[in-house]
């Protein structure tokens, strides 16, 4: 291995350290808690080598976004992947949504809550984001209707479930009701 190799592969792997170092902190304490000091010092490198890496904490917040992003498409498609039939898959793609969203708070704020400088919905949205909706589309679009095209179904779909995550986590709807909810979401949108 070359030298500028070896560098190469020492700054990926601090670049992920950041990464997932500012993931754990706002998952502990809220992404108040995620300064470049304190990462500097959990990382055991200074503000300047931080900074190397990214420009801020905006950039971080992105960073760990489009990391939430890929992990919560393999969520869906492995819940989707493993039932059977189309209503089964949008059910199972449901609560999958929902229980990554419960599972990681900070990353689902970073992915939809915060500015991490990320376009949704654009030419130039990341990869990992379409790649997100993708998941969802995959399994909406068999039960979007014929009024309605797979990607407008998709993502009234998509809201839903983001109300439904976010108004529970922020204590406004019960908990205990979440399977009743996603039925009823699945009965009265998904015609197939």
Do not use: C
Request: charged residues 30%; glycine residues 8%.
């Amino acid at each position: 291995m070359s030298v500028q190799e070896r560098k190469e592969r020492e700054r990926a792997d601090r670049e992920r350290l950041i990464v997932a170092t500012a993931r754990e902190l706002a998952e502990q304490q809220g992404w108040d808690a995620v300064t470049t000091r304190r990462l500097a010092e959990r990382i055991e490198y200074s503000q300047p080598v931080l900074y190397s890496h990214f420009r801020g904490k905006r950039e971080i917040i992105g960073a760990v976004a489009l990391e939430g992003a890929a992990e919560m498409a393999a969520a869906l498609r492995g819940a989707a992947g493993a039932a059977d039939g189309p209503r089964a898959r949008v059910t199972a793609l449901a609560r999958a949504y929902l229980d990554f969203a419960e599972r990681n708070p900070a990353v689902y704020d970073a992915l939809f809550q915060l500015d991490g400088g990320l376009a949704f919905a654009e030419e130039d949205t990341p990869e990992p984001l379409k790649d997100a909706f993708d998941a969802l589309l995959e399994s909406l679009g068999e039960v979007a209707g014929d009024d309605v095209g797979p990607a407008l179904f998709t993502e009234v779909f998509w809201a839903a479930l983001h109300g439904l995550a976010t108004l529970t986590r922020a204590g406004r709807l019960p908990p205990g009701d979440t399977g009743r909810r996603v039925r009823l979401l699945v009965d009265r949108l998904a015609v197939a």
